[in-house]
Structure formats: C-alpha cells, structure tokens
C-alpha cells in the first residue's frame, strides 16, 4: 500500500519567515495530495490540494508543490503569524478513496 | 455547512467490554472514515465505506469492526476493548473519493 513519510516531524520559525514541510510517497498511481491543518483540541481541516495534472497550486500566503517524477510535494507557508501554529499533515490518494497519512509536523510560529 | 458529530467527545470503558462508536453527517455524503490519532503516529486508517453496508479495511482493522446500515450513520465497534486501543478516534466523510474530508470533533477514549 502506500506509504507516505512527512519531514520534520517539529518545526519552529519566527513570525514573518517562510516554513516549509516536505512529504514523499511511494505509490506511483497516487493522484490527489491533501494538506490538512489541525489546532491545538481541534479537528483537522483542509487548507489546500493538489492533484497530479499540475504541478503548483497557491492559494494566499500558502502554496504546494507537486514533483510527481520524484514522488515528493512540499507545503509552503509565507509571512507566517502566530495563528499557522498547528500540527499539518500531508496525505496521498492512491486508490481513489482512502488517504493515507503523514505522521505530522508540528509548526511553531513564534513573535 | 457540512456537520459531522461523534457520540461521544470522552469515554471511558473496562478492559473487554464492547464499544461502539458512532458517527453521523447531514451531508448525504458517499464515503465515511474511522481514523484513530496517536501522537507521533498521526492518523492512521481503521476501516472506511464507500456505500450503505460496504465497507473496507484501512491499515489498522484488527481488533474493530463497523456497520453502516444508512448513509449518514457509520459505527465503529470494539468487540472487546484492551488498553491499547486507548487512543483518539475521529470520524470523516467526504462525497468523493478525491473531495474534502471533513472530520467529526473526535472521541477520546480511554481503556483501563
């Protein structure tokens, strides 16, 4: 099945600066790349996708990148503030209806 | 607004005793996923359902099994519960497979 490996597992900027999480996957078919953001007691959401037919999507202050010959995409944060701290996960679909998961990086955006 | 809502937010349950989870969502929703999170684990899959009484096994079924006998309802059940299925357990639904989950408030449960 697939595998999918997330880096860092912890991640710590200053407000203002850019922060970039990476994740690999091992399935080849894998077409649809979700990030989901989830705070501190609260449940995970989608903040941006991306599916294999392009290769970079921005949406404001953040951005993914899609390398489908290298099997890895990357969330982009820019200008972060206070409020991006949270736990991010990656996630790849391969077999149309499960997601698998990375394991999460936790972002700290200190002032 | 897609609303998904878990039976419970805290549970507490006894070493071998039955469990059941629920999970409802108004969004007429085709697929429903069980997870549990584990820090350092993130989520991982258990079972999930792409219809009314289908379901398919995730990376992590042992132990659980589930019943969806209508759209909007998906349970999980610990046949018998040991400690260490003492974990966070969130619910999702989606309407396609490549569409937007959209996850419950979570049960944490705890088996002592």
């Known amino acids: 099945g697939e595998n999918v490996e997330q880096h860092p597992s912890t991640l710590s900027v200053q407000e203002g600066d850019s922060a970039v999480i990476k994740c690999t996957y091992s399935d080849s078919a894998s077409n649809y790349f979700p990030w989901y953001k989830q705070e501190l007691g609260k449940r995970p959401q989608l903040i941006i996708d991306?599916?294999?037919?392009?290769g970079e999507k921005k949406d404001q202050r953040i951005a993914v990148t899609l390398n489908k010959t290298a099997k890895h995409f990357s969330l982009h944060i820019t200008e972060t503030q206070p409020e991006d701290s949270a736990v991010y996960f990656c996630a790849a679909s391969s077999s149309g209806y499960a997601l698998n998961f990375g394991k999460g990086t936790s972002l700290l955006v200190t002032p | 607004d897609v609303k998904v809502t878990q039976s419970s937010r805290y549970l507490v349950k006894r070493t071998g005793e039955k469990v059941f989870l629920e999970c409802v969502q108004d969004m007429d929703h085709e697929n429903m996923f069980w997870y549990r999170q584990d820090p350092g684990l993130g989520l991982r899959l258990i079972y999930f359902s792409y219809d009314v009484k289908m379901k398919e096994k995730g990376d992590i079924p042992e132990g659980y099994s589930v019943s969806r006998e209508k759209k909007e309802r998906f349970s999980l059940i610990l046949e018998s519960a040991s400690t260490n299925q003492t974990s966070m357990y969130l619910c999702?639904?989606?309407?396609?497979?490549?569409?937007?989950?959209?996850f419950g408030p979570g049960t944490r449960l705890t088996v002592t």
């Open positions: 999702a639904s989606s309407f396609g497979g490549r569409d937007e989950q959209y």
């Open positions: 991306i599916r294999s037919n392009v």
